[in-house]
Every structure is written in structure tokens, then in C-alpha cells.
């Protein structure tokens, strides 16, 4: 007979993005832009936007999206200077 697991007890929110909206935890699409990039063009974005976000004392985290992926910030400078390196690297992003 196979023994029952409680997931309640094993399971941990990885960042507050996953945690229901409330004081002082961001939406989790406010600060966030989609990409259509794959391979080293995903690396080096996801390295621009650890980068960015060490620079800026912020958190980051990635999603997949529809069609792309999501690169999100805990603040709006962060998306901003991310928004610019997209630029800067021919890759083009949307707000999402």
C-alpha cells in the first residue's frame, strides 16, 4: 500500500510572485516583458537580466508566456534598463 504525502507540508512558494497579492508583494505582470528568443539569445538575456537586477538590488524571475517569455522585475527601472538591453541586442519585447 502506497503512504499518502501531505504536498501542503512539502510545498514552498519560490518567490512572493507566486503568493497571493498583498502589501508589498508586486503583480506578477506589472514589471514585465515578453520575449521572442531562444537559445543563446534566452541566455544572454536571462544573463543581461540577472545583471540588471543585481545592479538595481531587485528581485527578477522568468515565465513562459503564450508565445515567448516573460521577463519580470520587482520594479519598474529594472523592466526599463531590461527593455534597453533588448533593444541594444536586436531583440524585440512587449510589454506583458
Do not use: H, Y
Request: proline share 3%; net charge positive.
Amino acid at each position: 500500500m502506497a503512504k499518502a504525502i501531505n504536498l501542503a507540508a512539502v510545498l514552498v512558494p519560490v518567490s512572493s510572485a507566486s503568493c497571493p497579492i498583498g502589501e508589498g508583494i508586486v503583480s506578477k505582470e506589472k514589471n514585465c516583458l515578453i520575449v521572442r528568443a531562444a537559445g543563446r539569445q534566452l541566455d544572454l538575456l536571462r544573463g543581461e537580466a540577472s545583471r540588471i537586477a543585481k545592479g538595481s538590488n531587485v528581485d527578477w524571475w522568468v515565465d513562459q508566456a503564450q508565445v515567448g517569455t516573460r521577463f519580470c522585475f520587482e520594479n519598474a527601472k529594472a523592466k526599463e534598463s531590461f527593455a534597453l538591453a533588448c533593444d541594444n541586442f536586436g531583440i524585440p519585447c512587449q510589454d506583458g
